[in-house]
């Protein structure tokens, strides 16, 4: 076979592909000095992709702080590669501004006024964050070098096909061109999703009542114009895309917020807003990120959940268990982080010192009478006793008399979290938010998943994910004050926990209440303000349609007491290979993102924290690099 310039095709242009391109920019020195074409087809601007785009309303903010995010590999990350750092979003801001940085098009006014107002704390807007992964991008792609041509596709891939005569890829766009590759790339972020039974059901519903259902979904997308001033609204779901929705039908539609003299906000209409009723399993909102600053001696690793205690279990059983051997070690990381900060930071607060509290702490199980007894003996005040089932559950058990006793009980639990995560006389809330981020970033290099037992792979796709999600990627302080303002305005009314939605025929709307309280509404107007589940047979996309479709790849299936069930995300390999359905790797075919099997870690991260998506990047980007260095001697299959 003639020898030939390989060619490498990312499907899909947002930062997770910018990564990658990084990356090997980074390794090819090392693996491979020929030349390559890369070709990235995303119809929206690459670097922030569909998801981080500029054209979205600038009032949407991120969930981390300008210091928090990062692009750049620091010393932290432990992969193969060599590491390069760079400037995360802060630094970048202050370059643009004086001029260090210098390949940034002209930004609007807006945009320059915040960065002129930006400070490591500051909350940067989306479209602040778009142009900073545009930038980054384009940093990539010139740090490949002279030999590597790069070609952005705006445009959207609708298929991929494996010729039969030399193994390339034909990749197949909406536009009726096509890019051949001899490795495709799937890196797409959060994508769209075909209707499940019930949304169709209960959009269905709406349409033929006249109302209006908003099913799972990326909530800026969505039109929302439908909603008309003074409608009462049911919202199921109090995460990130609530925070969001509440932006966009309130401060989108005119309103604002004005600070009062003892600090609290007060809303001001603008006459355009609906009434939200908001509930959730939970029934509260997410925690609040956290403003305070360690007092003690800060933990800089797992103590528990390290490398040499995974290793030892793994040797001692065939499949793991995340709920009897796996969280355990987690969740005593996580007082220990804790109830350090409190001894080392407020020795006023504990009885005893660290030391005999750190060596009866080690000797005793998480879940043990032992450990129990040490921290009822050592903390007197029972508030500041860590009880990770009530930090995950708070108002479960609680039976609500009234309407009027969930809304106390709801906007007190929020105001309470504000107190604790803003308080400078709170920072354990930070030292245990760390060694969750921790753990977090270790479990899928430390795990293998293919030694997890079926339940514990759907307990960390599902409960473990959402528990960290709750305590440690929930919204700006500011966020929760706001929600605090809507409610005292009468705009926001809490249903509780345990909510529950129904379509009712007979009155032809729908029905809200909560397992855990007499309070129940209809409205006309039921908005589920959460992400679909990644499932690759139910994408929009039509490229991972035609994945699944095809019989190229598959859906990861776990094998549990009731029969198979499905994940609905595409299975692949540790190594990022898509999977066949009888489980052999695709040659040549790769897939990263939050619809596969792997660990779905995202594409930026904190600073110095061995992110593990920017180790996964750097392994990818490796495999991707000695798949290309032999292409030459690529035979047909």
Known sequence: MPSRVPAVAFIGGGPRTAGVLERLAANRPALFDGPLDIHVIEPHQPGSGRIWRYDQDPGLLLNSTAADVTMFTDASVACDGPTVDGPGLSTWAAGVLDGTIRDVPALEPHLLEQLRSLTPASFPTRQLQSKYLEWFFRRAVSSLGPDVTVTVHRDTATAVERASDDGSHHVRLASGAEVIADVVVYALGHTDSLLDPESARLSDFAATHGGFHAPPSYTTDVDYSAVEAGQDVIVSGMGLAFVDL???????????????????????????????????????????KISSELRGEPVARPRYFTAEAVQALLAEHQELDFRT???????????????????????????????????????????????????????PDPALR?????????LSGCAFADHDAVQRSVAAYIQNDLNLRTSSDHSETLALFTALLFVYMDL?????QERLNARSQQAIHGWWHGFFSFVDSGPPSHRLREMLALHRAGLLKFLGPGMWVRADETLGRFVAGSFQSPVVVDASAYIEARLPSASVERSANPALLHLHDAGWGTEQ??????????????????????????????????????????????????????????????????RILSTVAVVPALQPN
């Not at 899928?444 to 293998?448: D, F, I, K, N, Q």
């Not at 692949?572 to 040549?588: A, D, F, R």
């Not at 939050?594 to 990818?620: H, I, Q, V």
């Open 325 to 379: 051997q796996l969280w355990p070690l987690i969740a005593k990381d996580a007082g220990y982080a804790y109830y350090r900060e409190l001894f080392t930071g407020y020795p006023s607060r504990v009885l005893g010192t660290w030391e005999s509290f750190e060596a009866h702490f080690d000797a005793a199980p998480w879940y043990s009478s032992a450990r129990e007894e040490l921290v009822a003996v050592s903390i």
């Open 386 to 394: 860590l009880d990770l089932e009530k930090l995950d559950r708070p």
């Open 444 to 448: 899928g290099r430390l795990v293998p």
């Open 557 to 622: 299936r776990l094998l549990t007491s009731e029969g198979a069930h499905s994940t609905g995300k595409l299975l692949v390999s540790g190594n990022h290979e898509v999977l066949s359905p009888v489980g052999t790797p695709q040659k040549g075919l790769f897939a990263v993102g939050p619809w596969t099997s792997g660990w779905g870690a995202g594409a930026f991260a904190r600073p110095n924290t061995n992110a593990a998506p920017f180790r996964e990047n750097d392994a990818l980007a490796r």
């Open 246 to 288: 509440l932006v966009l039908l309130f401060q989108g539609r005119g309103g604002r917020f004005e600070e009062r003299p003892d600090g609290e906000l007060d809303y001001v209409p603008s006459g355009a807003e609906p009434r939200v009723w908001a509930g959730s399993r939970r029934g509260v909102p997410y925690h609040s």
